[in-house]
């Protein structure tokens, strides 16, 4: 009988799934987490594992392999001025997703940080819209091939700011400004507080930790307003700047979000 390896030997199947373990410590996303252990990528205190669910103690010393972290480092994280009529994820009827834009003649160069990195077909690959921008919205649109910047964006603890300028028309409830900030909810679930301040008569600018699906637009029809123009101009530390409209750029390896 062929002797086990003791460095594959298996993890007891008590304690958190290793993908669910990386992903809340932001090595990666679970789908990735995933792929890592089938490729035996992944080590669980020294020891490899190669079988999906396995389980490991919450304080497990969890880590990937030169390999994995190769992957991780050719992933991209493109930043796009999104227009109006392209939807951020999957198309829908009559309309054109987002990441068509992302093509080389489409890529911007910034001449105050000229672009060291040259487009190639594989970067669109696998690449997701992180958070939702919808059709009728335009601005800031993140699309990445990297889970963990996917989790940083989306997961349902993320607190990185999301920032909106929003034109508006009609007559604010008298509370109206109160309420956007702190007392609204949405699909039965109260909304995150949120910073609203008048940036002239008919626009506001919204600060908001989350992204549920035409989240600003709803939030002003409950206190008398009604959108008329939405432009994201900010996530986290990243700002859309000069970034003209229909074009992207890359997002350079020393700008965190």
Not at 7 to 20: F, L, M, T
């Amino acid at each position: 009988m062929q002797k086990k390896n003791p460095a594959e030997s298996a993890v007891p199947p008590s304690g958190i799934r290793i993908s669910k373990l990386l992903a809340e410590r932001g090595l990666c996303s679970r789908r990735e987490a995933d792929r890592y252990i089938e490729r035996g990528q992944v080590f669980v205190d020294g020891v490899r594992v190669t079988e999906l669910g396995t389980r490991a103690a919450p304080d497990a010393r969890i880590t990937l392999d030169k390999a994995a972290k190769q992957t991780q480092a050719r992933q991209v994280t493109i930043l796009l001025h999104k227009p109006v009529g392209f939807v951020s994820g999957q198309p829908e009827p009559g309309y054109k997703p987002a990441i068509l834009l992302i093509r080389r003649e489409n890529q911007w160069q910034d001449a105050k940080h000229p672009e060291r990195q040259a487009f190639e077909p594989r970067h669109v690959q696998g690449l997701a819209p992180a958070g939702r921008l919808d059709i009728d919205s335009t601005g800031l649109l993140v699309l990445t091939q990297d889970g963990r910047v996917a989790r940083q964006l989306i997961d349902e603890d993320s607190r990185v700011e999301k920032e909106y300028l929003v034109r508006v028309s009609g007559q604010i409830a008298r509370d109206g400004i109160e309420r956007l900030r702190c007392g609204l909810s949405l699909d039965g679930k109260k909304l995150k507080p949120a910073q609203v301040d008048w940036q002239n008569a008919d626009q506001l600018r919204f600060i908001l930790h989350e992204g549920k699906k035409r989240q600003i637009r709803r939030m002003c029809e409950q206190v008398g307003l009604s959108v008329t123009g939405l432009k994201r101009v900010r996530i986290g530390q990243i700002c859309l700047g000069q970034l003209p409209l229909g074009r992207w750029r890359y997002l350079r390896t020393e700008e965190r979000f």
